[in-house]
């Protein structure tokens, strides 16, 4: 059997976060087809509703997503390293790592705290609209917690 690309289960992951926010499912993830692919999950109710309330405009992350983790090469889509320079998304990701927040995820997602780092999506999105949370670099897992822009 060939593995379905992102592309083609864009239609399946907007079921899977519409069935996490009417509360048919606990957890909310699926699996990228990336070279090495990761385990992403939304952490709360709240991201997938406004991921949902504005389908279109998200596609362009989801789709990202398959590049996968490409760390602090720049120019390219896909999960990439935050940085202080990306200002007020840095800020947004990088304290969630020391909050209480930041613990209960990753003590909820069976994350590493050694070997967490927190993250962007990256797409060709003109608003500057950027998923972020924190990626297990070690376990391949992505955990997604908020929307954020870099102003």
Same mark, same amino acid.
Request: proline residues 10%; charged residues 25%; hydrophobic residues 15%.
């Given at each position: 059997m060939v593995a379905q690309n992102i592309e083609d289960r864009l239609d399946d992951i907007f079921v899977i976060l519409k069935d996490f926010l009417d509360g048919r %499912? =606990?957890?909310c993830s699926f699996t990228t087809d990336s070279l090495k692919p990761l385990k992403i999950f939304i952490d709360s109710r709240n991201l997938a509703k406004e991921i949902l309330g504005n389908r279109t405009a998200f596609k362009k992350h989801f789709r990202a997503l398959r590049y996968g983790y490409v760390g602090d090469r720049r120019g390219l889509n896909g999960i990439r390293d935050i940085h202080e320079?990306?200002?007020?998304?840095?800020?947004l990701a990088a304290n969630l790592l020391c %909050? =209480?927040?930041g613990s209960n995820v990753t003590m909820c997602y069976?994350?590493?705290?050694e070997t967490v780092r927190?993250?962007?999506v990256v797409a060709h999105?003109?608003?500057?609209r950027r998923l972020?949370?924190?990626i297990d670099t070690l376990q391949s897992k992505v955990v997604l917690v908020?929307?954020?822009r870099y102003k």
């Open positions: %499912t =606990q957890e320079n990306d200002g007020r998304l840095y800020k %909050t =209480q927040r069976d994350l590493n705290p927190p993250i962007k999105d003109p608003s500057s972020y949370g924190i908020g929307i954020g």
